[in-house]
């Protein structure tokens, strides 16, 4: 595990929501522009069942029963029993559970026992793809409990993510959900202005297919700032 914390959501459909944050530790997918990259190593602290789930409720306190669980990839295979165990303790405890997939898998059995998945659709800026038929999968297996959001660098990053909507289109699938576009917000970077005002420019122009929402615990803490 990397940190358990309480926090306010900042970003996605969620922002401005407070819960207890679940970090776990180590991640394969190696984007570029990861801001975790503490997260990557599999080597860390190994806490108990009871040691997370006593962290998670001192986090919350008596009246907070929300959970995100994010990382690294909490969907990397040598998480997910770990994780499945988490969310049905959470759940028989009456805790709402987001989970944050990085946008290269599935996973049926924690999908089908949490309350809502926010999908990453990888841009090509981070140097990772993610497969439309995956999203394709998600759209159709889980409707209403999950988000898309791509953070958008540059305008190749918004072609990319205006094609894989388009091409989902003619799938036939129904994009009623909400998709939103994160503009980058880099480590050591000042708050990108013209990036952001960018994005909701682009965004308007391919006629508002989605939202754009920022990163709020940026703008608050700075974009270097853990833990917030
Ligand atoms: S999936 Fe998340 S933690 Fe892993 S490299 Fe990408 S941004 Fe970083």
């Not at 990861?34 to 009246?63: H, P």
């Not at 497969?131 to 999968?137: N, P």
């Not at 409707?143 to 660098?153: C, D, R, T």
């Amino acid at each position: 595990m990397n940190s358990i914390y309480l926090a306010t959501e900042g970003e996605g459909v969620h922002i401005g929501t407070p819960q207890v944050f679940v970090r776990f530790q180590g991640c394969t997918i190696g984007c570029l522009n990861c801001d975790s990259k503490d997260t990557w190593d599999f080597e860390g602290n190994r806490w108990t069942k009871e040691e997370v789930l006593s962290a998670i409720e001192d986090a919350g306190g008596k009246n907070l029963k929300r959970v995100s669980i994010t990382g690294g990839d909490p969907l990397h295979p040598s998480h997910v029993p770990n994780v499945l165990e988490l969310v049905t303790e959470l759940k028989s405890r009456g805790y709402y559970i987001n989970l944050e997939a990085a946008g290269t898998r599935i996973v049926p059995e924690i999908f089908e026992k949490i309350d809502y998945i926010s999908m990453d659709f990888k841009t090509p800026s981070t140097g990772v793809k993610t497969r439309v038929e995956l999203l394709s999968t998600l759209i159709n297996n889980y409707p209403s409990k999950f988000q898309i959001k791509a953070v958008i660098e540059t305008h190749e990053d918004m072609i990319a993510t205006t094609d894989a909507y388009n091409q989902l289109l003619s799938m036939n699938t129904t994009l009623n959900f909400p998709w939103n576009l994160t503009p980058s917000y880099n480590l050591n970077e000042e708050f990108p202005l013209e990036r952001f005002r960018n994005v909701i420019k682009w965004n308007e122009e391919a006629g508002g297919l989605f939202r754009v929402i920022g990163q709020q615990h940026k703008w608050l803490y700075g974009p270097d700032e853990k833990q917030v």
